[in-house]
């Protein structure tokens, strides 16, 4: 295959990177194998005979450089993003290629669009922050909900997980976000984000999935990046995110353990259901999209942005969340080997 079907997968030994670079095989594209851990990376590149990798780290712009050489585009699966988003952005501008992330964090997103959306449009390359379960799924979703509406009053983004078994690289995310906020809680209220010092826990809620995960309580005030995907483009004020209580409980336990394989495809046995309701005046919209293993699906969603870049399915170019960027309804369906997604006619 020619150079144009060569994708650099930053942080490729990784869990989620794992799951992009063997989603990038089956889609008939040549994963190049990035990290800073040689020692990792050639133990990857073993179980992948003929693919190419290449030692590089973000404090080094020149090992960057060279590891980017011959890519028609970087996926960056290696977090904390505080620390590696800025750097492989910087460098996939100056090989002139696109970039795209699975960054969970709020404040790494935040900063993506601060720091690049003028250079990155002014040079007519697409970055794409947030491209996955989280940040990514939740703004197709809302985008695709909102169909011919140019404004709504609320968005609200519910997680409906059966567990949440966190990999390392989460747990490394959230230590950053968390010293980055100083003990702050961040939502996304009138127009703009808030980061706010509030006592006690958060509101715990009942919210009524779709069959069969039907009424579960979730926590109100869980924030994800959804606050920072959503209102880049849409005209929606207040954007609310919530978390069933049961997999906030695991994410937050000192014992739970990271995610277990059960197929030959790596995948764990948790499940997610994600219900969005979009509210106009006394109107409602509702979208709901299930499947399996919220790390494992990040894959096809970050590699179908990759493949649509490329092939110039794009409505912009700099810095653009993906219902933005892509035809979020097309993108949705294209997707339907990996997901279930319908419309709910009252919402929640």
Do not use: K
């Not at 750097?87 to 960054?103: C, F, K, T």
């Not at 040079?123 to 799924?137: C, D, S, W, Y």
């Not at 703009?192 to 919210?207: A, C, F, I, Q, T």
């Not at 990271?258 to 919209?285: C, K, M, N």
């Amino acid at each position: 295959m020619g150079s144009d079907q060569t994708v650099a997968v930053f942080g490729a030994y990784g869990h989620t990177g794992r799951f992009v670079v063997a989603e990038l095989r089956a889609r008939g594209f040549v994963p190049l194998l990035l990290g800073r851990d040689a020692g990792r990376l050639g133990a990857l590149a073993a179980s992948h005979p003929g693919l190419e990798h290449r030692v590089a780290s973000a404090d080094d712009p020149a090992s960057l450089d060279r590891a980017l050489r011959g890519a028609a585009a970087v996926v960056n699966c290696a977090g904390p993003f505080a620390s590696t988003a800025a750097p492989v952005i910087e460098a996939a501008l100056r090989a002139g290629i696109p970039y795209v992330d699975v960054a969970a964090e709020i404040e790494a997103n935040v900063d993506t669009f601060a720091r690049f959306t003028d250079r990155a449009r002014s040079a007519g390359v697409a970055v794409v922050p947030a491209m996955a379960f989280f940040g990514g799924l939740g703004d197709l979703l809302v985008t695709a909900a909102m169909g011919d509406w140019t404004a709504a009053d609320e968005a609200h983004v519910a997680y409906g997980l059966s567990s949440w078994h966190p990999t390392a690289g989460t747990l490394a995310s959230g230590t950053v976000s968390r010293e980055r906020r100083d003990g702050r809680r961040v939502r996304y209220t009138g127009g703009r984000l808030e980061y706010h010092h509030d006592e006690g826990d958060l509101p715990v809620l009942d919210w009524t999935f779709p069959a069969p995960l039907g009424t579960r309580t979730v926590l109100g005030g869980f924030t994800m990046a959804d606050v920072v995907t959503i209102p880049s483009h849409l005209s929606i004020p207040e954007v609310r995110t919530y978390m069933t209580t049961d997999a906030a409980r695991d994410l937050a336990g000192p014992d739970t353990p990271a995610p277990a394989a059960v197929d030959e495809l790596g995948r764990s046995a948790q499940t997610f259901t994600v219900d969005v309701v979009v509210r106009s005046g006394e109107r409602r919209r509702g979208v709901v999209a299930s499947g399996r293993d919220i790390y494992a699906v990040s894959a096809p969603l970050a590699v179908e942005a990759v493949r649509r870049i490329l092939a110039g399915a794009t409505r912009t170019t700099g810095v653009a969340s993906a219902g933005e960027i892509f035809d979020a309804p097309d993108f949705l369906r294209a997707l339907s080997a990996h997901l279930s997604v319908a419309s709910r006619q009252n919402g929640h």
